[in-house]
């Protein structure tokens, strides 16, 4: 089983940057997809941005222009770094990381807040 561990989360000045980190708490996996999901009070758990194993990426229409997710394949880490935040950014975001098995893990979530 794949214990993801996220890093990266605070809060943030107005306007500010955060850059999350995701990443397997041992090695040895075939990772495939990989995104970044959040879930605000009271609110559904939505998807932020999703990266393929060869590097394409899709963005929520609310965070296009202002966050970009990338990967490092090697170590099977996953990054978002998030631009020019806003209130409607706060949320606790989370990491989810599929292997080739078909099976889909999840972090513990990281709190963000602007």
């Known amino acids: 089983q794949v214990q993801l561990l996220e890093s990266g989360g605070g809060l943030v000045q107005p306007g500010g940057s955060l850059r999350l980190s995701c990443a397997p708490s041992s090695s040895g996996w075939s990772i495939t997809g990989m995104g970044w999901y959040r879930q605000a009070p009271g609110k559904q758990r939505e998807s932020v941005a999703l990266i393929a194993n060869g590097g394409r990426s899709d963005y929520a229409d609310s965070v296009k222009g202002r966050f970009t997710i990338s990967r490092d394949n090697r170590r099977n880490t996953l990054y978002l770094q998030m631009n020019r935040l806003t209130p409607e950014d706060t949320a606790v975001y989370y990491c989810?990381?599929?292997?080739?098995?078909?099976?889909?893990?999840w972090g513990q979530g990281t709190q963000v807040k602007r």
């Open positions: 989810k990381a599929a292997t080739n098995t078909g099976a889909e893990y």
